[in-house]
């Protein structure tokens, strides 16, 4: 120990102003330096200035939880560290996140806690899938998504124990899109291949869908619907929630929606429910007619089939009534024919 030190032990009486290399060593033992911050990869931040020299504290799109995160290139990167994937970041770009422990936002459950932390397994248009949880009251949702209230959202099953609460909207915002048969509120949210189309149940929510041209290029136990269905340019396959409603296939023991009836009109392999008319029932959509199939009155697209004028008879050979050309069954040529043949008869009596 440096008994010149200005903070030695003891004084002998001399003034010091200088400090020696005692004096300092002393004073950074008593107030040591601020040490750089070294959170590791995945470590909980909420700034960058918590990482280790290198990481960036960032939260995943489909998770609003930041950590200290690695940089990657892109989805099919394979660099970040075991247990990581790289994921599109909050905000844009890439880094290396936690896989998720389960579905996130858009992806398929099956109700049996298979969501991530911090999602619910919800039916929203008779699909199951995971929703980022949400506070309508104070809304933050991954990629601006709306925070929709549990109160008249449609959703089947919504969570008793959050009933206050609400999820952000059922867009999936994979960078692959949605899934077939999955929510849409555009084609672009869609995965390839697929096309937003807006239901016939009247809710005025769309899903994605697939084009067919027979029930075979359909998946599962779908049918290809015609284009007439959803006024589209080609046939498309069918989904869960078509089932009972307009132009969508009967249920399993043969029922539809209420003033709806499951006939085969032709326009599908299977049957099909379609509008009940007639009656004191509504009348048909614009573009529809009332058509009786089997021993149901039922609502078809298309026009109505002209009805013949009274007094007036049409015949297949000459296409219509008119005047008489010599053959047929109007006019001189057919009252002629009538007369001979009565004569005929007339003579045939007396020769017996």
Same mark, same amino acid.
């Given at each position: ?51 280790? *020299? ?38 844009? @770009? ?22 991530? $932390? ?47 609460? !609400?999820?952000? /909207?059922?867009? /999936?915002?994979?960078?692959? @899109? ?31 869908? *697939? ?17 007439t269905t959803f006024k589209t340019k080609t046939g498309v396959c ?8 307009? !132009? ?22 299977? $049957? ?38 009274? @007094? ?12 008489? *050309? ?27």
């Open positions: 120990m440096d008994q010149n030190a200005v903070m030695f032990a003891s004084w002998d009486g001399t003034a010091k102003r200088n400090l020696t290399n005692d004096d300092t060593q002393g004073i950074c033992a008593i107030f040591p330096a601020p040490q750089p911050q070294s959170g590791p990869q995945d470590a909980p931040c909420t700034s960058t200035t918590d990482c280790k *020299s290198g990481l960036t504290c960032a939260s995943p799109s489909a998770v609003p939880t930041s950590v200290c995160s690695a940089s990657c290139t892109g989805l099919s990167d394979t660099s970040c560290p075991e247990g990581d994937t790289c994921q599109q970041q909050s905000g844009g @770009g890439f880094g290396c996140f936690p896989a998720p422990q389960g579905g996130t936002q858009g992806e398929s459950c099956d109700q049996n806690n298979s969501c991530a $932390e911090g999602f619910w397994c919800l039916g929203l248009n008779g699909n199951y899938s995971c929703f980022q949880d949400c506070d309508p009251a104070h809304p933050v949702c991954v990629n601006n998504l709306k925070c929709n209230s549990w109160q008249g959202s449609g959703v089947i099953d919504p969570p008793t124990t959050d009933t206050q609460g !609400g999820y952000c /909207d059922g867009m /999936d915002v994979k960078p692959t @899109g949605a899934e077939e048969c999955h929510p849409c509120d555009d084609s672009a949210r869609c995965a390839p291949g697929l096309t937003c189309i807006p239901l016939n149940d009247g809710t005025g929510s769309s899903v994605c869908r *697939s084009a067919c041209s027979k029930d075979s290029s359909c998946t599962d136990t779908n049918l290809c619907l015609p284009a069918s989904c869960e929630v078509d089932i009972g409603q307009e !132009g969508g296939p009967c249920r399993k023991d043969g029922s539809c929606e209420p003033d709806f009836a499951c006939v085969s009109d032709g326009t599908s392999s299977s $049957e099909v429910c379609r509008q009940k008319c007639g009656g004191t029932l509504p009348d048909c959509p614009s573009g529809h007619y009332c058509k009786t199939i089997g021993h149901q009155n039922v609502c078809v697209l298309g026009k109505a089939p002209a009805t013949p004028d009274a @007094g007036t008879t049409t015949d297949p050979g000459d296409g219509g009534s008119g005047g008489d *050309s010599g053959g047929g069954c109007n006019g001189t040529g057919a009252a002629a024919g009538l007369a001979s043949a009565l004569g005929f008869l007339a003579l045939m009596r007396r020769r017996r």
